[in-house]
């Protein structure tokens, strides 16, 4: 069955129960788990509250402390149940291109990631990241909600 699966996340609590679930069935398949997580590069232009108030110095440091914190919490979850575990953290200016190409680069054969399940105009003014990757993924994907 699968034996890499590659674990998006974004530090919200949906995607930290998706590292819970996702080691649960890592575990049960004796597969190992690499989990990531995707930071636009900075951008002059920006709406993003800490891209507009950080210069790029600041950007790239308060980025890389996030990432190491969401990445340190789901690699010590992982651990805890008995599943190997590696963890990046990529920069790209399209997430879900980003995980594509990581879940290629990395040999995985499952991604597995969370959605928040919006709907209507929520679902087309927000987008989905979720929906992009399964959008344009061929490789299969595991969603949780």
Aim: proline share 4%; with cysteine.
């Amino acid at each position: 069955m699968y034996r890499h699966i590659l674990v998006p996340i974004d530090g919200s609590p949906l995607s930290a129960s998706a590292v819970g679930k996702a080691a649960a069935l890592a575990k049960a398949l004796g597969a190992r788990m690499t989990v990531m997580t995707v930071t636009e590069p900075f951008h002059v232009l920006a709406v993003d509250p800490v891209i507009v108030t950080a210069t790029p110095a600041e950007y790239e440091r308060l980025t890389a402390e996030h990432a190491g914190r969401y990445l340190s919490a789901a690699e010590a979850e992982v651990a805890a149940a008995g599943v190997r575990c590696a963890t990046l953290h990529v920069k790209d200016e399209h997430t879900y291109q980003a995980i594509i190409d990581t879940a290629a680069k990395e040999g995985c054969d499952l991604i597995a990631m969370s959605s928040h399940g919006r709907h209507g105009l929520a679902a087309l003014l927000v987008g989905s990241e979720t929906i992009k990757v399964l959008t344009h993924s061929k490789i299969p994907v595991l969603v949780y909600r």
